[in-house]
């Protein structure tokens, strides 16, 4: 080896031509180490990348315009739905009742109900259509309000009120009997607790008189001849009554 070169090595080595010097970090250094390590983290960001993809495009292109539409849907129905089936229910009631309370009753339910409505009060409109529904449903209710008389069901019974235990309160038992002679369960407000139940049989109140007159009646010869105490006719809301009565009634005793 000549002079010249063993001098240009040492001169090379002085200069530190044959250390490795890292480079300073950088965003491009830092981009070519991902570049190179792609192999390893490429499948889990490959992964983690469709998954962000099928996420935001379930919720802007289906949940999303799925719920918008649920909010419409509802917005419509509350605002124009709601008020057409309570101008329904009106309308008839107008034509079948044959008693103006009926028409006032409905025309109030009415208002309050597209009030509600017009509020963005669901629940109040709901129960307006409610309230209606029922109305019109009793005026459609036709039934004979029979007294009982059958083996182990009493006729009629007396009660001592709690606010008034120097009173006697006179109840003969009734049922409801449909066209088809079949009894009706109707919804019957019991006087002694305020409270409201679906019953078959109740006792309906009436005066001493009318309790003397079914007792006698059925101590005759076992048998109730006038066990008619009402009427309930197509179109009306009350009972068309043919034996005196006080207007109340229980339903346990």
Do not use: C, H
Request: no cysteine; charged share 25%.
């Amino acid at each position: 080896m000549s002079d010249a070169v063993l001098r240009e090595g040492v001169k090379a080595l002085a200069e530190s031509r044959f250390v490795y010097v890292p480079p300073k970090p950088s965003l491009k250094v830092s981009l070519a180490r991902l570049y190179v390590g792609r192999r390893k983290w490429g499948p889990a960001a490959l992964a983690i990348a469709l998954v962000l993809v099928i996420g935001l495009g379930g919720y802007f292109l289906a949940w999303r315009p799925f719920r918008e539409a649920q909010v419409e849907a509802a917005r419509v129905e509350l605002s124009e739905g709601l008020p057409r089936q309570m101008d329904a229910l009106y309308q008839t009631i107008y034509e079948e009742t044959k008693v103006q309370q009926a028409v006032g009753e409905a025309e109030n339910l009415r208002t309050r109900g597209k009030a509600a409505a017009a509020e963005g009060n669901r629940a109040g409109a709901e129960q307006a259509i409610a309230s209606l529904t029922a109305l019109r449903d009793q005026l459609r209710q036709e039934y004979t309000l029979r007294i009982v008389n059958r083996e182990g069901q009493k006729t009629g019974f007396w009660t001592f009120p709690e606010i008034n235990t120097a009173a006697t309160n006179y109840y003969v038992v009734v049922e409801a009997i449909g066209p088809d002679g079949k009894p009706l369960t109707l919804p019957i407000a019991n006087e002694e607790n305020g409270q409201t139940e679906s019953v078959a049989v109740w006792g309906a109140r009436v005066p001493e008189a009318t309790y003397r007159s079914v007792e006698a009646d059925k101590r005759d010869d076992g048998i109730i001849q006038r066990s008619t105490l009402g009427l309930k006719q197509y179109g009306f809301l009350d009972v068309d009554y043919v034996m005196p009565v006080l207007g109340g009634a229980v339903t346990r005793w």
